[in-house]
């Protein structure tokens, strides 16, 4: 824990500055102090031994030294009697031969100081005697009128030095005493204080790091145990409030990822901020989106210009997009897409919105190929019927017309012509009934019948309800073959029936004379299902017109479908009543050798 380590020391510098600060101030500041005490009582010495020196001035020099000298015996002290010109008359420290040779004094700075001021003092090593001494100096008269002696006092500084030591002993005592409170002080500190305080800082560490589910301890101290307290319910909100935000984000993504709906939303500048899965589904933009601008993305400059619409007027744009052409059996239909953006009025995150403040926006794409699919197919369906009601309609006016224009008093012609007209008008009359039964089969709310049927006794009808169209076009029927009788299948037998009745008529109308028709039924798929097989040896259908037989009015030969009869309706009825039966129908055929419809229905 190095934070924690540099918390426990941080007690000891200042008391270690503290302790240098003293020892510096004893070391350097008390000898100063010291000496200067001592030569104040020097000083006030001086007037002592004045007195008592006074007296011998005017006695023999010898008697002065001697005087001197008996007066500083058993003291430290050193007495120096000098002239006013500085000559030394007597020295306490020195025999009367010695002072006859001592040079004069009167340049030495505590003399000079007692010459200008009266009295003075200096501190330094005697050029006499090699010692240090603290030196003090006055002048004086004996009497008034009698000449200007100069008295001087000094006192060697010997037992500075083991002063010294003394205090430094003292100094390192303390600064050992100090340590050790410091020592004590610091542990109890620690265990109270930076201990709980470490383990609340890396507790905080680990929630600034994004580990919400962890909560600090709460320490018995009690300011820190209230930090703690407070941390941790500031941890239980921002969880809850992230959980919360998680929930929102989860909620919204799933909405956006369940939406059929591509959506992309963009920034103020055009650059995308999120698109669902539909979105790249749809227009499949490679990699991320992110950041990208809308050409980056695909190729379609619809899609750009919708988005740069939308945000420079602030309001809905839309677009239709033909984004390829699909093969879809024979035809090519194209797949459509429309395109409608609209201005966000909140920015989505924190990235949208540019400097202007401009919101950015959100661009909506439905696949409409279905819609559009659905909407052509209506198109064409009416045109159909129109045009296939047109021509029996026509025909029928043609007649009628030429009825009253004088035909009828032909009895021969008129009853051809009204024969003609019966015809067109069963005609009609097939075409409705085969759009009823188809818009029947289409309508959810008129539901098929649900009995039980079987497959083998309604072929049996059909073939006999159509053996005299089959005897009066020259075609042979041949019978079911023996033993196959599948499990009756539930549905709706009026259905089944027209669509096997259907099959029938077409495997007789497109067959040739002398051709054949045969019916077989059969579970097949390990019995989960029912087969029903209608085959001729008739003309055949093309390879090409295959994938469209099943349309509604299409037909491969229309002279000769029409002649015979057919609404182009009968085959997307029989697709209807399979698929309205859970089942499908398959084709096989060989131009100009006949064909082979097989219905396959679930039971
Ligand atoms: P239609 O009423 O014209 O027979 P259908 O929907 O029953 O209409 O059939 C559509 C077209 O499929 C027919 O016009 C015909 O060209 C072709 N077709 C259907 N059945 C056969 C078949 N068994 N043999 C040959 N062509 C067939």
């Known amino acids: 824990m190095k934070g924690s380590r540099k918390l426990r020391l941080a007690p000891l510098w200042p008391a270690l500055a503290a302790l240098a600060v003293m020892a510096m101030a004893l070391v350097f500041l008390l000898p100063p102090l010291f000496e200067r005490s001592v030569s104040d009582q020097l000083l006030d010495a001086l007037r002592l031994v004045e007195r008592a020196v006074a007296p011998a001035l005017g006695e023999p020099p010898r008697e002065l030294q001697a005087r001197v000298t ?8 050193r007495i120096t009697v000098l002239a006013d010109d500085g000559r030394v008359l007597a020295d306490s420290d020195r025999t009367w031969e010695e002072v006859q040779r001592m040079e004069n004094h009167s ?11 009266g009295s003075g003092r200096s501190t330094r090593r005697s050029a006499t005697t090699g010692r240090r001494y603290v030196y003090t100096a006055r002048t004086f008269q004996a009497a008034a009128g009698a000449p200007r002696h100069v008295l001087r006092l000094a006192q060697p500084l010997d037992e500075l030095a083991p002063m010294r030591g003394r205090l430094l002993e003292a100094a390192g005592l303390a600064l050992l005493a100090t340590l050790g409170v410091i020592a004590l002080l610091s542990t109890w500190l620690d265990r109270r204080l930076l201990q709980p305080l470490a383990s609340l800082i890396d507790g905080a560490a680990a929630l600034a790091a994004g580990r919400y ?34 929930k929102e984000r989860d909620h919204l993504q799933t909405i956006l990822a369940s939406m059929s709906e591509g959506v992309l939303v963009v920034d103020g500048e055009g650059r995308a901020v999120l698109a669902n899965p539909a979105f790249r589904r749809l227009l499949g933009p490679p990699g991320e989106v992110e950041g990208r601008l809308p050409f980056e993305m695909v190729r379609h400059p619809q899609l750009a210009a919708v988005i740069e619409r939308t945000l420079a ?21 194209p797949r459509t897409v429309a395109l409608a953006g609209s201005a966000l009025r909140i920015p989505p995150s924190g990235a949208a919105g540019d400097a202007k403040g401009n919101p950015g926006g959100v661009v909506v794409v439905r696949d409409t190929t279905q819609t559009t699919r659905l909407i052509q197919m209506r198109r064409d369906f009416v045109a159909n019927v129109s045009h296939e009601l047109k021509t029996p309609l026509s025909a029928i006016r043609g007649y009628a017309e030429t009825l009253r224009d004088g035909a009828l008093a032909e009895a021969a012609t008129a009853r051809r012509f009204t024969g003609r007209i ?16 188809l818009s029947r089969l289409e309508s959810v709310e008129i539901p098929l019948e649900s009995r039980p049927v079987s497959l083998r006794r309604l072929a049996e009808g059909c073939l006999e309800t159509i053996s005299p169209y089959a005897e009066e076009r020259g075609v042979r029927l041949l019978a079911l073959p023996p033993g196959d009788d599948p499990p009756p299948l539930t549905g709706d037998r009026g259905a089944l029936e027209r669509l096997l009745l259907n099959l029938l008529e077409n495997a007789i109308k497109y067959n040739r004379e002398g051709g054949e028709v045969s019916v077989r039924v059969a579970s097949t798929d390990g019995g989960s299902e029912l087969l029903l097989e209608v085959a001729d040896t008739g003309i055949g259908i093309p390879q090409a017109a295959l994938p469209r037989i099943f349309e509604r009015f299409y037909r491969v030969d229309k002279g000769r479908a029409r002649d015979e009869g057919g609404t182009g309706l009968g085959l997307a009825i029989v697709k209807h009543v399979a698929q309205a039966h859970g089942g499908r129908v398959e084709v096989e055929s060989r131009h100009r050798h006949g064909s082979t419809f097989r219905v396959f229905l679930p039971l």
């Open 213 to 246: 589910d962890r909560r600090l301890p709460v320490p018995e101290q009690r300011d820190l145990a209230d930090l703690a307290r407070a941390i941790n319910r500031m941890t239980g909100r921002v969880e809850e409030q992230i959980a919360a935000v998680e």
């Open 313 to 333: 007027h602030g309001e809905a744009a839309a677009d239709e997009v033909v984004l390829d052409v699909v093969e879809r059996g024979a035809e090519a239909e």
């Open 107 to 117: 340049g030495r700075p505590e003399v000079l100081q007692a010459h200008q001021q």
């Open 70 to 77: 008996r007066l500083a015996a058993d003291t430290s002290l």
């Open 422 to 437: 019966l015809e067109q008008c069963r005609r009609l009359q097939e075409i409705l009934d085969d759009l009823l039964i």
